[in-house]
């Protein structure tokens, strides 16, 4: 949809867009495909990362074209009333959807013998503190990054965005790095409950954080083209709220899954 036509359309009326859509299709297709992998189909990968790639471009267009959408006056009152209240549905629905992970999760070791199973790895706990960490002083970042827009402080803003950014990163490396070493010791999502909660709980969450980078390399993108400012800067709100509600998941995963013994 052209700029025009975003521009010209009544702030109280949703954008017509297609890439709400199209994520849509993208987020299915990853469960489709993580069930076909862990079943052995070899095209069950393939259909995990396309529906992986979709979500990303797709999330990423689409909060750029809302993005391009202006408030001023009252329409900017009622413009961030409306938006704080749905992402906040939104940020619900996912807490929604992690307690449903975490309810596997206690269920299974409830009803398991010994916990790990026999055979199952002891995780170590040096590489997941010191991702711990890194995801939680990202969110000072985050937060710091926001207290210099609230006082106008565009510098500071973007270093502290891009920080938060480079933080996020280096933490899905980190995942990446553990996720390599676990495979090599021929553990996988294959691998019995056991596997499957801990990769399923993981990943689920290492998903969100990558999001996030996105989100926020969005905001960063429109932020550099002055469209982020002290007085309206939902955007940014938006990303920061889900980056903090990104890492105090990760508190009760790194908690339950590597602490709880």
């Known amino acids: 949809m052209s700029d025009l036509a975003v521009a010209s ?3 109280h009326e949703p954008v017509p867009s297609k890439w709400p859509i199209l994520t849509a299709v993208g987020v299915g297709v990853i469960p489709v495909g993580l069930v076909l992998n862990a079943h052995g189909n070899k095209n069950g990968l393939a259909l995990l990362l396309l529906g992986l790639l979709v979500t990303i471009l797709g999330s990423a267009r689409w909060w750029a074209e809302l993005l391009r959408d202006k408030f001023v006056g009252k329409d900017l009152t009622d413009a961030d009333s409306r938006l704080k209240t749905s992402f906040k549905l939104f940020i619900a629905s996912e807490a929604m959807i992690f ?10 070791r409830y009803h398991a013998a010994v916990w790990p ?7 170590e706990i040096l590489l ?5 960490f890194i ?13 210099a827009l609230e006082h106008g402080k565009q510098e500071q803003f973007i270093a502290g965005l891009m920080m938060t950014m480079f933080l996020g990163a ?3 490396c980190g995942q990446a790095y553990e996720y390599g070493v676990l495979n090599g010791e021929a553990f996988s999502i294959k691998s019995g409950i056991f596997g499957t909660t801990f990769f399923m709980l993981t990943g689920f969450h290492g998903l969100h954080v990558l999001m996030g ?16 400012t002290k007085e309206q800067h939902f955007p940014f709100l938006a990303a920061s709220w889900y980056w903090h509600f990104v890492d105090a998941i990760w508190v009760g995963v790194f908690s339950i899954v590597y602490l709880w013994k």
Request: positive net charge.
């Open 128 to 132: 997941p503190a010191v991702n711990t």
């Open 170 to 172: 280096i933490f899905l």
């Open 9 to 11: 359309h009544h702030s």
């Open 213 to 228: 980078v996105v989100f926020l390399n969005v905001v960063y993108g429109v932020a550099m083209r002055g469209r982020i």
């Open 117 to 123: 199973p026999e055979g199952m790895p002891h995780f």
């Open 99 to 108: 307690g449903a992970f975490f309810a596997a999760l206690f269920y299974a």
């Open 135 to 147: 995801l939680l002083f990202s969110s000072v970042t985050c937060h710091l990054s926001h207290k």
